[in-house]
């Protein structure tokens, strides 16, 4: 496959992972089984073409900057489930998840480390 292929299906699934973890804050509890199937299979999405990107573009030689990017992804993908059982934390989780979000965009595009 093509690594536009793998830009296309990671950079798509970020935005829904992100945009249901944020909905899975508000949401009400009824809903909870669909958004965490829908935040579970975008969260999968993101770690496949994560690997696949860094096996078609960097031959598996991993760097200081993609575990900055595996911490963000962990993270993140756990915060949906948490939104639901803590709702007093709906704020710091947020706030949680903007940093992460951050963190991992600067280590792409600055590769710090």
């Given amino acids: 496959m093509s690594p536009t292929v793998?830009?296309?299906?990671?950079l798509v699934s970020l935005f829904v992972l992100f945009g249901y973890t944020f909905?899975?804050?508000?949401?009400?509890?009824e809903t909870r089984k669909?958004?965490?199937m829908i935040t579970g299979i975008a969260s999968l999405l993101v770690l496949i073409s994560g690997f696949g990107l860094?096996?078609?573009?960097?031959?598996n030689q991993f760097?200081?900057?993609?575990i900055v990017k595996l911490v963000a992804w962990l993270g993140l993908s756990a915060l949906?489930?948490?939104?639901?059982?803590?709702?007093g934390s709906v704020g710091?989780?947020?706030a949680v998840a903007i940093a992460l979000t951050v963190?991992?965009?600067?280590?792409?595009?600055?590769?710090?480390?």
């Avoid at 909905?23 to 509890?29: G, L, T």
């Avoid at 760097?63 to 993609?66: E, G, P, V």
């Fill in 6 to 10: 793998y830009h296309i299906i990671h």
């Fill in 92 to 94: 710091v989780f947020a």
């Fill in 103 to 113: 963190a991992a965009v600067v280590a792409v595009y600055v590769k710090p480390l």
């Fill in 34 to 36: 669909r958004i965490l």
């Fill in 80 to 87: 949906a489930g948490l939104g639901f059982r803590r709702r």
């Fill in 23 to 29: 909905y899975a804050f508000a949401a009400p509890a």
């Fill in 63 to 66: 760097a200081a900057w993609m």
């Fill in 54 to 59: 860094i096996s078609k573009l960097y031959n």
